[in-house]
């Protein structure tokens, strides 16, 4: 399918920064919108219901399943994660452009949907830093954070499969790269669109 917006998919282990980094990105780009997913998994500190997740009981998640109301969903780390259609493809048919923070096995689905979409890797300089951020981010309880590193190895092998990979060392650098792709995108969008128009120019069918 073929919208004028376009879809940026972002994935990364858990603690290698994707969501400060996507937060970052929106405060610099009001062209952007976030895709706000559904879980099964419960807030954690300020996470606020309806602005990082909707947050839902297995059986509400069973109903939106059941009623195909998913572009794509998953398994990770226990819980369920998806994205609603709601949440991006009226807004990208209207021209906006659509961040999603999902895992690898979303982020295949997306693409196999949306061929246009630009998926883009997430890793951490070492493991060392992956665990020291998601310790000083104090959220998780420690068998938690073990289990989000152990799925780490098995998330970071999926990074071949992605268009891009930023690695987050120094925050500001990862953020300019981010941006830099997320232009990029936008660039050949418009770059297909002229190509198209004068193809169709060159047959008399304009
Ligand atoms: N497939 C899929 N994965 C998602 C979705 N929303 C979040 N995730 C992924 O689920 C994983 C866990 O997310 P979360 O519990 O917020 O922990 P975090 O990675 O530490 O921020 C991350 O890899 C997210 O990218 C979604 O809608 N679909
Ligand atoms: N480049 C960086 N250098 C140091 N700390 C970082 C960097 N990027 C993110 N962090 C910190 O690492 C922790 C995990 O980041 P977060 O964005 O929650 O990761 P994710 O969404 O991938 O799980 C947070 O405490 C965040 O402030």
Do not use: C
Request: proline fraction near 4%; hydrophobic fraction near 45%; charged fraction near 25%.
């Amino acid at each position: 399918m073929d919208y004028p917006g376009n879809l940026i998919v972002v994935a990364a282990p858990s603690g290698a920064g994707k969501s400060s980094l996507v937060k970052a990105l929106l405060e610099l780009d009001a062209q952007i919108q976030p895709s706000v997913s559904h879980t099964t998994r419960a807030p954690r500190g300020q996470e606020k219901h309806g602005r990082e997740y909707f947050f839902v009981p297995d059986a509400d998640f069973d109903a939106m399943v059941a009623a195909n109301g998913f572009v794509e969903w998953a398994h990770v780390h226990g819980r369920r994660y998806g994205t609603s259609k709601k949440a991006i493809e009226d807004r990208i048919a209207q021209g906006a452009d659509v961040i999603l923070e999902i895992d690898f096995q979303g982020a295949m689905q997306i693409k196999k949907t949306f061929a246009n979409a630009v998926l883009i890797f997430i890793l951490p300089p070492s493991w060392e830093e992956l665990r020291s951020r998601l310790e000083r981010r104090g959220e998780d309880a420690p068998e938690v954070i073990e289990l989000r590193l152990k799925n780490a190895a098995i998330e970071m092998a999926q990074a071949r499969n992605f268009d891009f990979v930023i690695i987050n060392e120094l925050f500001d650098r990862a953020v300019f790269d981010l941006k830099t792709i997320v232009h990029a995108q936008r660039l050949k969008y418009l770059a297909q669109v002229r190509a198209r128009a004068d193809t169709f120019k060159s047959l008399h069918i304009l």
